[in-house]
């Protein structure tokens, strides 16, 4: 018996991103495995914020493809792509900083409000019960996240590390089936980072495959289960974290050749 081998969640092929004659991500090949927690790691100005904004949709590609389960996503636009189940956070936090973290949340369902506006705004019955599904629905990712003793706090009266968990919470209210995280332990401290890479497993372990751009690398040897390394935009690495500790071309990226 011939056993099929597993299709990618997620591929990308011959994928490349200028801007002007500056070449950002050149010709890079990337698949993302079901269930998996992939890193993506590199110097500053390697090309990961813009892969991710390309994948996402918030920069169109200069050439190459881009498959979602099996269909071609390259060049959709962001909101379409998150509709398939593509959701992403941001190196700053996006807060509504003014209001509660419990509308930060309940605001981010705003794409999946089936009703019409007409129906909204007369408070048909259809439209109350799906505020009322929504709020729930809110409630259980705040609780998921250990944020629910924070509903009625002001996004911006949060401590830092709280207000990175809301962003993902917020992330969470598409209820992606592809998670992309860019820096999420930015700024914290080593109990904050801790708590931040539980929440992420917990993630997984809930059903959503992740993909991680993060500059702590003790967090992503710790976290993921595969890295991929660019340089100028260019893939020159991959592999398993003990692989990438050890890869010499990875090394001189970070530290320099003859260092």
């Excluded at 996402?56 to 269909?71: A, Q």
């Excluded at 941001?90 to 999946?112: D, G, I, R």
């Excluded at 506006?117 to 007369?122: A, E, H, I, P, S």
């Amino acid at each position: 018996m011939i056993v099929g081998i597993a299709m990618a969640m997620l591929e990308i092929r011959d994928l490349s991103k200028y801007f002007g004659g500056l070449a950002v991500l050149n010709h890079v090949d990337l698949d993302v495995s079901q269930s998996e927690i992939l890193g993506i790691i590199g110097p500053n100005g390697a090309g990961k914020t813009t892969l991710f904004n390309v994948v996402t949709g918030f920069l169109p590609p200069t050439s190459g493809s881009i498959k979602f389960e099996g269909k071609d996503i390259s060049g959709l636009r962001a909101d379409q792509i998150a509709r398939r189940g593509i959701a992403r956070t941001f190196q700053a936090s996006v807060l509504f900083m003014e209001t509660t973290v419990f509308n930060n949340v309940f605001t981010a369902f705003h794409m999946h409000y089936r009703q019409p506006g007409w129906k909204t705004f007369l408070h048909t019955p259809s439209a109350r019960k799906e505020e009322v599904f929504i709020k729930q629905k809110t409630t259980e990712i705040l609780e998921f996240m250990d944020m629910i003793s924070m509903k009625e706090e002001l996004a911006m009266n949060l401590p830092h590390g709280h207000q990175r968990t809301l962003g993902i919470c917020i992330s969470l209210g598409i209820n992606p089936k592809l998670l992309l995280l860019d820096e999420p332990a930015t700024g914290m401290n080593p109990v904050e980072t801790s708590a931040m890479v539980s929440l992420i497993r917990k993630i997984r372990d809930s059903g959503a495959t992740i993909v991680i751009v993060e500059h702590d690398m003790k967090a992503v040897m710790s976290l993921c289960d595969r890295i991929v390394v660019l340089n100028h935009g260019n893939k020159i690495a991959e592999g398993a974290p003990r692989e990438i500790g050890n890869n010499r071309e990875v090394i001189e990226a970070y530290l320099g050749k003859g260092k």
